[in-house]
């Protein structure tokens, strides 16, 4: 019987081990959890740097591929960023990542490699979307506006990987990620994604013995979070044991309230104050739990609960201190 992995045997479709592999991106919080998580697969890890490869450039990233000649590819090179940046610089969001997917995919069939794995966002899908979501809800209703330009682009990307697997037999494969967070964010309180945000936010108010922090919004969107890296060790299974047309989901299976989030946020770090709402900021899509179903029937789950993900972040966070988190 075939399962919806397109595999009739129930092996490793596509083993790693002695593959010459390329984390694009690899300097970004997905792009190094995907080179910790591979370390371990017996692959030859391939990476480029910023000055090295300019992703938006069509001939050098082909001249890249023709180079190094990957066996396969992880695609979590992205212009990435929270609520704000996305509302803000949506120029910046639909050309950077349309330029960096149609290149790499392109390139990739050119250059004959044998399977490749994009990564979408949770954010293609309809801002009121039946909850949890489905894979089939993609394309069913308007889109957040919020992060339109940026949903619009991932759209593409997925629909790249489909449109090259049905008339090149590329071995071309997507998935949906949810919130992200973990060792190797942002924390540029304007352009991050909240949980960082609120890290920094909650550290800072404390060591300034601040008597409250400021939240986005009205603090009762909900959204689901994962650990980076889990969510690397589920985008290696996937590149390991999914070969078919369909986005795959990649989320937790469990949403929380932004201000639930932020309280337990203030707790890790050990802010007491007031947590203060401010509306005049954007609260996006109200929900997007993701329905993990899919990902759960090829026998992958989740491992890292949100409270100890936290919390090591925040001690990831803290060793960072030194640096310059501007
Ligand atoms: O994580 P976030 O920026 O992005 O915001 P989205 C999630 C929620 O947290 C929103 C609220 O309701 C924000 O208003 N929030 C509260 C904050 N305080 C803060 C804060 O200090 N900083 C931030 N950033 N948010 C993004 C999309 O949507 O998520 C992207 O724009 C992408 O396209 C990404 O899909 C995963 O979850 O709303």
Known sequence: ???????HSGDVVYPLAGKKVWVAGHRGMVGSALVRRLASEGCDIVTATRNELDLIRQSDVEKWFADNKPDAVFVPAAKVGGILANDTR???FIYDNLMIEANIIHAAHLAGVEKLL??????????LAQQPI???????????????????????GIKLCQAYRRQYGCDFISAMPTNLYGPGDNFNLQTSHVLPALMRKAHEA??????????WGSGSPLREFLHVDDAADA???????????????????EDISILELTHIVARTVGFDGQIVTDTSK?????????????????????????????????????QQEAIDLQ
Not at 1 to 7: A, L, Q, V, Y
Not at 208 to 214: A, L, Q, V
Not at 305 to 314: F, M, R, S, V
């Open 1 to 7: 019987m075939t399962d919806i992995s397109g595999n």
């Open 90 to 92: 949506p120029a910046e």
């Open 235 to 253: 985008l290696v299974f996937l590149m390991k044991n999914y070969s078919a047309e369909n986005h795959i989901n990649v989320g937790s299976g």
């Open 134 to 156: 489905r894979e089939d809800a993609l394309l069913t209703g308007p889109l957040e506006p919020t992060n339109e330009y940026y949903a619009i682009a991932k759209i593409a």
């Open 206 to 215: 404390k060591l300034h013995g601040d008597k409250e922090m400021i939240i």
């Open 282 to 318: 954007p609260d996006g899509t109200p929900r997007k739990l993701m329905s993990g179903d899919r990902l759960k029937s090829l026998g992958w789950h989740s491992s890292t609960g949100l409270e100890k993900g936290i919390a090591d972040t925040y001690r990831w966070f803290l």
């Open 118 to 127: 994009f990564l979408g966002s949770s954010c293609i899908y309809p801002k």
